[in-house]
C-alpha cells in the first residue's frame, strides 16, 4: 500500500499567488516526520520544511508553510507568493520512528509550474 | 552549514570500466547515504550507513558497491555496470540521533552507461 500519496503529477499557479500541494500519508507509527523537499532540474533536492508527528502548531519556514491534519493524515505543503523560481518537483516524504530504520519513503512527486 | 559534496557532477562510463563515485558532509553528521533516481521518479534507497556501519542493504546488484571510510566520507564503487544502470545518483546524510532525522542531500551524480 502506498504509505505517501501525492495525487497531483502537475500542478500550474500564476506568479505572486499562492499554491498548496496535497500529500497524503499512511502509518501506525506514533512517532513520525513529514517533509517537503524541491527538486529543480538541476537535481539536488533541497530540504524545504520538516513536520514532527508531535508537533501542534504547523511548520513555517519564510514562504513555504505546512498544513498538517493529524487526524486526515495530510500534511500539505503551502507556497505563498509564488515565484518563477519555485518552478521544479516537489516531494512529500516520511520518516517512521519505531520501524523506520532510517529508511525515507517519498511520494511519486508534483512538478509546479509557475506562470509568468 | 548543511553542506553535502559529490564528485563527480557527471560521469560517462562503458559497461568494463570501474569508476567510484565519491560524496562527503561537514556537518558532524552519523550517518549517510546513497539514493539513485530515475527520471520523473522519486529517489530510491540504496544503502545506509550509521556510525560507519552499513545499516540497511537494499536489494541491489553487487556491481555497486559502497565504502564508509569515516563518518564524513560515502563512496559508492561502480563496476561493470549496465545502461539500465544510468540515472541520478543522490546522497544524503543526517544525524542520526533518531530515526525521523532530517535528511540533507547533495548535488547528485548524473551518471551515463554505454
Known amino acids: 500500500a502506498q504509505k505517501i500519496t501525492q495525487t497531483q503529477p502537475g500542478m500550474f499557479v500564476q506568479e505572486k499567488e499562492a499554491v498548496t500541494l496535497d500529500c497524503t500519508y499512511d502509518?501506525?507509527?506514533?512517532?513520525?516526520?513529514l517533509f517537503w523537499y524541491k527538486q529543480p532540474s538541476s537535481g539536488e533536492m533541497i530540504f524545504l520544511i520538516y513536520q514532527g508527528s508531535y508537533d501542534e502548531q504547523n511548520a513555517t519556514e519564510g514562504r513555504y508553510s505546512l498544513n498538517f491534519q493529524k487526524a486526515r493524515k495530510s500534511a500539505n505543503l503551502v507556497i505563498s507568493a509564488s515565484q518563477l523560481g519555485d518552478s521544479a518537483m516537489y516531494f512529500c516524504?516520511?520518516?517512521?520512528?519505531?520501524?523506520?530504520?532510517?529508511?525515507?519513503?517519498f511520494g511519486a512527486g508534483t512538478r509546479l509550474f509557475v506562470k509568468a | 552549514d548543511t553542506e553535502v559534496t559529490q564528485t563527480p557532477k557527471h560521469l560517462v562510463m562503458g559497461m568494463t570500466n570501474k569508476k567510484s563515485l565519491k560524496c562527503e558532509q561537514h556537518m558532524g553528521h552519523r550517518a549517510m547515504y546513497w539514493y539513485k533516481q530515475k527520471a520523473k521518479k522519486p529517489p530510491e534507497l540504496m544503502f545506509v550507513?550509521?556510525?560507519?556501519?552499513?545499516?540497511i542493504n537494499e536489494s541491489v546488484p553487487s556491481r555497486f558497491s559502497p565504502e564508509c571510510p569515516n563518518s564524513s566520507l560515502l563512496n559508492l564503487h561502480l563496476h561493470a555496470l549496465q545502461p539500465e544502470d544510468s540515472a541520478l545518483y543522490l546522497c544524503?546524510?543526517?544525524?542520526?540521533?533518531?530515526?525521523?532525522?532530517?535528511?540533507?542531500f547533495g548535488p547528485g551524480t548524473r551518471l551515463t552507461v554505454l
Open positions: 544524503a546524510s543526517s544525524q542520526a540521533s533518531r530515526s525521523t532525522d532530517t535528511q540533507y
Open positions: 550507513y550509521s556510525y560507519e556501519k552499513l545499516s
Open positions: 516524504a516520511m520518516r517512521e520512528g519505531r520501524d523506520g530504520g532510517f529508511k525515507t519513503i
Open positions: 502509518t501506525s507509527d506514533q512517532s513520525y516526520g
